[in-house]
């Protein structure tokens, strides 16, 4: 985790972004103490949220084949 002062961080803001997501976090001080830190947000993901499967098929056929399957138990 890198430290910059307040001056640092504002001559060095565009890169601030990318060295957090490296190091995870990076911490500004201010002259009085006081400390901040720059963290990348992480954007949660469903587990149910999955990639669809392409098929050349239609609803009408889908709903047949789950008919027939059905019918036989």
Do not use: C, F, H, N
Not at 11 to 16: A, D, F, H, N, P
Not at 57 to 67: A, H, M, N, W, Y
């Amino acid at each position: 985790m890198e430290v910059y002062t307040y001056s640092q961080a504002r001559q060095k803001l565009s890169s601030l972004p990318d060295k957090a997501d490296q190091a995870g976090k990076v911490l500004i001080r201010r002259r009085d103490g006081r400390t901040y830190a720059l963290v990348s947000e992480r954007v949660p993901v469903s587990p149910l949220d999955v990639p669809s499967v392409k098929a050349d098929i239609s609803t009408k056929e889908i709903v047949s084949l789950i008919r027939k399957e059905r019918s036989r138990t």
